[in-house]
C-alpha cells in the first residue's frame, strides 16, 4: 500500500504517484475506453492512491465527465486535481487564459461534468502574459473563499511568476499555490535551473508531467525504431527522437536490468528519488500496475550518480557562475565549507 505525504506547504495529504487522466476517453483517437478507465481508477485506488489528476480539455471533456462517475461513490476520499486556461475553441477570445471570466465559466463547467460541489486543486494549466497576475491571484482566491476549489497550483509557467505569485498572496492574505506541476524526466531537466529551487523555497509540492518523456524512457523508441498511431512516430514524441535521449534511454535500460527494473518503474523511481511525485497515465492496467510497482525500486547511489550524469545539462547563466571556485571563494571569503546550515540549492 501506498504511503501519504503532505502535498507542499500545506495539510493535504496525497500518494507519491498521481493518476494522470488524459487518457481517459477515446474522443482524440487514442486512449482507454470507459470501462478500462475503470479498471484503471479501481487498480490505482485499491493500491492505496487518492491523487487524481485531469483537466478541462482532457478528450473534449470525457475525461472529467467519466471521472465524474468513478469518484461518485467515495468522492471525499479523493484528492482531485483538474485545471483550466486552456481551450480548444478558436471563436470565442475570453474562453481561454487565466482571466476572471474564463475562470470562473471553467470552474462551472468542470463542476459540471465532475458533478461535485467542489475541487480539491484546480491547477493554472499554463502561464497567460495577457493577464495581470494580480487578476489570476484574486479571481483564484475568490473561489476558494466561495467554497469551489480548496487549493491552487500553477503548470507551465516561469519561476518569476510564480514567485511574483505567491509574494502578492502573501502580502494581500490571497490563497497561495501550494503546488507547481511542470515537465520533468531524465530527458528534460531543465527545470533544475530555477524552478525546482524556486519549488523548494516557497514549499511547492512538485508534480511531474511526461515522466516518461512521452515513451522514450521505455526504450521503445531506441534508434527511432518505435511507431506510433497508424504506423506513424507520434508528433509528441518524434521531436524527442535524437542521439543525446537515444543515450540516456540506453543507460536507462541497462541500469533498470541490474536492478531487476522496468525501465519505465527506474525512470519514475528516479523522480520520486528526487522528491517528485509523477503523473502516471496509461491506456492499459498492466502498464499502470507496472509504473506503480516502482515505489518498490531502490536504487543504489552509484546508479543515481550513473543517472545523473548521462542525463545531465548545463545549468547556464548565473548558476554555472556561482558555482566556479573562483566565484566561490570571492562570495563566502574561502569559507563556505566552514558554514553550518550551508546548502547549494542547485545540488543535491
Known amino acids: 500500500m501506498m504511503q501519504y505525504e503532505l502535498f507542499g506547504r500545506s495539510g493535504l495529504r496525497v500518494s507519491p504517484?498521481?493518476?494522470?487522466?488524459?487518457?481517459?476517453g477515446e474522443d482524440w483517437g487514442w486512449g482507454a475506453s470507459e470501462e478500462t478507465s475503470r479498471q484503471q481508477f479501481d487498480a490505482f485506488l485499491e493500491a492505496g492512491g487518492n491523487f487524481i489528476d485531469t483537466a478541462n480539455v482532457y478528450t473534449e471533456g470525457s475525461s472529467e465527465r467519466i471521472l465524474a462517475d468513478l469518484i461518485a461513490a467515495d468522492r471525499d476520499h479523493i484528492v482531485l486535481a483538474t485545471k483550466y486556461t486552456l481551450s480548444n475553441t478558436t471563436h470565442n477570445p475570453n474562453k481561454s487564459g487565466n482571466h476572471r471570466k474564463n475562470l470562473v465559466q471553467s470552474v462551472e463547467q468542470s463542476l459540471q461534468r465532475l458533478k461535485t460541489d467542489y475541487i480539491d486543486l484546480l491547477w493554472v494549466h499554463a502561464y497567460d502574459y495577457l493577464t495581470p497576475i494580480e487578476e489570476m491571484m484574486r479571481s483564484l482566491d475568490d473561489l476558494v473563499r466561495a467554497g469551489k476549489i480548496l487549493y491552487v497550483g500553477i503548470s507551465d509557467a516561469p519561476a518569476w511568476v510564480t514567485a511574483r505569485a505567491n509574494t502578492l498572496a502573501e502580502l494581500r492574505g490571497w490563497t497561495p499555490f501550494i503546488g507547481n506541476q511542470l515537465e520533468y524526466n531524465l530527458t528534460e531537466r531543465t527545470p533544475e535551473r530555477d524552478l525546482l529551487p524556486m519549488s523548494s523555497e516557497l514549499g511547492l509540492g512538485v508534480v511531474a508531467w511526461s515522466p516518461l518523456?512521452?515513451?522514450?524512457?521505455?526504450?521503445?523508441?531506441?534508434?527511432n525504431k518505435g511507431k506510433g498511431t497508424g504506423g506513424r512516430m507520434e508528433g509528441t514524441t518524434s521531436y524527442r527522437l535524437n542521439e543525446r535521449n537515444n543515450r540516456i534511454a540506453r543507460e536507462v535500460v541497462k541500469v533498470a536490468q541490474k536492478l531487476g527494473a522496468s525501465p519505465a518503474q527506474l525512470s519514475l523511481a528516479w523522480l520520486r528519488h528526487k522528491g517528485v511525485i509523477p503523473i502516471i497515465g496509461a491506456r492499459t492496467v498492466d502498464q499502470l500496475k507496472d509504473n506503480m510497482a516502482a515505489l518498490e525500486v531502490r536504487i543504489p547511489k552509484k546508479e543515481m550518480e550513473r543517472l545523473d550524469r548521462v542525463s545531465a545539462i548545463e545549468l547556464g547563466f548565473p548558476h554555472d557562475f556561482v558555482l566556479r571556485a573562483g566565484a566561490q571563494k570571492m562570495i563566502y571569503g574561502g569559507m563556505v565549507d566552514q558554514i553550518r546550515g550551508n546548502k547549494n540549492p542547485w545540488i543535491d
Open 17 to 24: 504517484l498521481c493518476l494522470g487522466t488524459m487518457t481517459f
Open 213 to 223: 518523456a512521452a515513451g522514450i524512457l521505455t526504450g521503445k523508441y531506441l534508434d
